[in-house]
């Protein structure tokens, strides 16, 4: 069965602090993205990974992608409150018609 | 721009009722999705379209059914309304598959009582 997991599930944290967040994925792909979600409300894309090694960075967010682990993380530097949200990372089956697996999200939650 | 935009935004229905749930974009994206999320889950595909005339099932399509008449519009159609189908649903759209990101509508909350 093809999985995406995500680590933690929930997260709460302190402003300043740094963490990271794991998505491990269980089949092939090179394509990889990250999208937030406030409570309530909509998705906003984050970031968009399309190759193994890729970074990229906005802001205090930071994600890379590798393929050959099958491993995407999601680093936080110096968190501040306006980042709590659930995060959600997504594997596009490149052998499927289409299809996005999505992980089960992490709920962030910074105190000040 | 108003992006994607669904409505209802929320609906409660009785079990075995119909309705459908209205999705339009204007950005001249050929690809559309249907999503639902369930609490604490990711998002589970319902169904897609490619194109006006195109659409496929998705990862959970039973009990649903789409249709693409125009490039903007894409509606999904609940008949016989379950509580399984309790959910929140959200109508996204992309301008291709490859290297993009997905543009996301709202979200339609859903119970059916």
């Known amino acids: 069965e093809l999985k995406v997991e995500q680590n933690p599930l929930f997260l709460s944290m302190q402003e300043g602090k740094n963490y990271t967040i794991y998505c491990n994925y269980s089949?092939?792909?090179?394509?990889l993205y990250w999208y937030r979600q406030d409570p309530g409300k909509s998705l906003e894309s984050l970031f968009v990974?399309?190759?193994n090694g890729a970074v990229k960075q906005e802001g205090r967010l930071m994600a890379s992608l590798d393929t050959k682990a099958r491993l995407s993380t999601l680093h936080i530097t110096a968190a501040v409150h306006d980042l709590s949200a659930t995060y959600f990372c997504a594997v596009d089956l490149v052998d499927s018609n289409y299809q996005l697996i999505w992980g089960a999200g992490t709920k962030l939650i910074i105190k000040p | 721009n108003a992006g994607v935009t669904q409505t209802p935004k929320f609906r409660i229905l009785k079990i075995g009722q119909s309705m459908t749930l209205q999705c339009t974009q204007d950005?001249?994206?050929?690809?559309m999705y249907w999503y639902r999320q369930d609490p604490g889950m990711g998002l589970k595909l319902i169904y897609y379209?490619?194109?006006?005339?195109?659409?496929d099932k998705g990862e959970v399509p039973n009990g649903y059914n789409v249709s693409r008449s125009t490039t903007e519009d894409f509606p999904l159609r609940l008949e016989l309304a379950a509580p399984s189908q309790t959910s929140v649903y959200f109508c996204?759209?992309?301008?291709?598959?490859?290297?993009?990101?997905?543009?996301f509508g709202q979200g339609t909350r859903l119970t059916v009582v």
């Open positions: 379209s490619v194109g006006a005339g195109i659409t």
């Open positions: 950005m001249n994206h050929n690809y």
């Open positions: 990974l399309l190759s």
């Open positions: 089949t092939t792909s090179d394509r």
């Open positions: 996204a759209s992309s301008y291709n598959r490859m290297n993009t990101e997905a543009f």
